[in-house]
């Protein structure tokens, strides 16, 4: 449409042409599912968390349009940088990012976060990937920009990464540490990053779960109603569970995890289907192997009538 009407030399404003340049980055100038498919999309949305590759379409109609703008502004570039970046055609992002701020643009938080989140792929070992981060926060603090959850989520998925590595854990507790002094709450999100850094199988046994558990029970319990902030939170339910039982070993734990998952509104965070059974095989295991056999089959029952068919391998 955009097309014919520059063929038909029809003045498109800025506004609109802003617009269409966030939907076309975004989507990576495809179309998407439509929004009535809910089920399709339910069982399609782990395919396209994250791109494992460059997927971004060099010179198609996002290139385009971007260029298009006589002046690009913050907004432009944020638009473009954010599409390269979602699907991994990092070294141009990164080029266009410097490229913005030489030109004294000030780029919103998102950027930034979205840069902080592509660390591992061009930067090698612990120490060169912590001074990135290190870096890219001390532009935010220069330019006076704000840190948000989304900050906090994309340093501890880095650091989760770097598990390895003997200074992760501390760093980790160091960023929470300094993140709640400008406000910024954990999200669901931001614990499981947690419990997949310090919850290694090859690893020491650890009980931050309970820690977490304590801290997401006190929230809860003084009106506090969890709500989604990162596309990850959906992760954090059935990464517990499986920490209950792998790692600890603790049905108790595993009761608690399942009483806070049926609080309010928190089932929403149960992810997709796969996760939805990873969830539950991981529950019913450790409830089978704890508990007496009754009580195994009083929990199975309305589960296997609603969301959960055991499986053979369990």
């Not at 141009?92 to 030489?102: C, N, P």
Request: net charge negative; with cysteine.
């Amino acid at each position: 449409m955009y097309q014919r009407l520059e063929k038909d030399n029809v003045e498109v404003g800025d506004e609109l042409k802003q617009s269409l340049l966030e939907l076309v980055c975004y989507y990576n100038c495809e179309d998407s599912l439509p929004e009535d498919l809910l089920e399709e999309r339910w069982f399609t949305q782990s395919k396209h968390l994250v791109p494992k590759h460059n997927m971004w379409k060099d010179n198609d109609f996002a290139e385009t349009l971007f260029k298009s703008f006589p002046e690009p502004g913050a907004a432009q570039y944020a638009s473009i940088i954010q599409g390269m970046l979602k699907y991994n055609q990092v070294e141009r992002a990164l080029s266009l990012f410097e490229e913005a701020k030489g030109k004294g643009l000030t780029l919103p938080v998102f950027v930034y976060n979205l840069v902080l989140g592509k660390v591992n792929f061009v930067k090698e070992g612990f120490e060169h990937r912590m001074q990135m981060i290190i870096d890219v926060l001390t532009e935010m603090n220069v330019a006076r920009i704000s840190p948000t959850v989304d900050t906090l989520n994309e340093i501890l998925n880095q650091l989760s990464l770097m598990a390895s590595f003997r200074d992760s854990k501390k760093m980790a507790l160091k960023t929470l540490s300094e993140m709640r002094k400008f406000g910024v709450k954990p999200s669901l999100a931001s614990y499981n990053h947690l419990l997949y850094l310090f919850c290694r199988d090859r690893g020491p046994t650890s009980g931050i779960l309970y820690s977490i558990l304590d801290e997401l029970e006190s929230r809860v319990h003084s009106g506090e109603t969890i709500h989604v902030q990162d596309m990850r939170d959906n992760q954090f339910f059935s990464g517990a569970m499986e920490i209950a039982r792998r790692h600890l070993s603790d049905v108790s734990c595993a009761y608690r995890i399942d009483k806070l998952l049926h609080i309010g509104h928190n089932y929403n965070f149960i992810g997709e289907s796969t996760r939805e059974s990873a969830y539950y095989r991981n529950f019913f295991f450790l409830v089978m192997s704890r508990e007496p056999f009754e009580t195994f089959v009083e929990l199975l029952r309305p589960s296997c009538a609603q969301v959960y068919s055991p499986e053979k391998s369990s």
